[in-house]
């Protein structure tokens, strides 16, 4: 911590680790991190979260309930990343560091490389038990037993009491449009059975009239018949089974989303290549932004 002097007076202690909010966004970032050459009477600026204001990011909606009421209660929150684990569409790979794990002190995570995340199809291979977003499909009679099952790799046993597990699965089905269209999905495979097909979730919409779809609410019952499911650029296809794991772009504007359902209730996209820019006024460059769409597609013979 440093101590800032003037002639006069001292002013505040300036602490480079003190947690602040953005006065153009509000996100929380350290005082380490404000543009550097402002000085303590200032209010600090920040580049890192919206280039100073000049990303304008829509405001974060609150909650649906019951995850509102549960992020209030001192019993949830302990087990609020368990919670999110049974209910992700993805999985998290990484390389982890297990010579730190288990060891007297703090809890240490420690990771090589890089963390990735990963999409696999829509149905498990058979013989194995349904996992992740498999789990919106697939034997959802069970589904359950089926989400513990596949958290514990066997047990059924979670600190999470089971009617909070279904209520927040209730909650998903009612307002995030991610988990509708898994729900179309697991809809379509048991009334057609053995007509293949795919789901495209597209990463950069409106490339020509067939993505001129409508709003992510309508779309999830959506089948569209002269596709093919073919990935551009980086498009996520899930197919209907497949044993392959892919992986998912970290500039895939739902990335988040599927990773992080209890951060992003709605399914909301989250970074983007486009998203709106504001530079000065007398600027004439323009960024558009364009809302995320999602396609249920028939596989190609």
Known sequence: MLLLHTGKKDLKPYDKWEIVSCPSCKALLWNAEAIRGQTNREKKQFTLCCQRGRVRLPPVREPPSPLLELLESPKFKPHIRVANSLLAFTSMGAQVDHSVTGTPGPFTYRVHGQIIHRIGSLLPEDGNIPEYLQLYIFDTDNELENRKRAFTKGSSSLAIEDNIIVQLIEMLDNNNHLARTFRHARDRF??????EFSITLVSRPNRGRQYDLPTASEV????????????????IVVELKSSALQRISDLHPLCMSLQYPLLFPYGDTGYSDRLPYQGPEASTVKRIHDDERILCLPTSD
Not at 190 to 195: L, S
Not at 220 to 235: C, E, K, Q
């Open 190 to 195: 048991q009334t057609t059975g053995a007509i």
């Open 220 to 235: 999830g019952g959506l089948i569209v018949g002269d596709l093919t499911a073919t990935s551009v650029g980086r498009d």
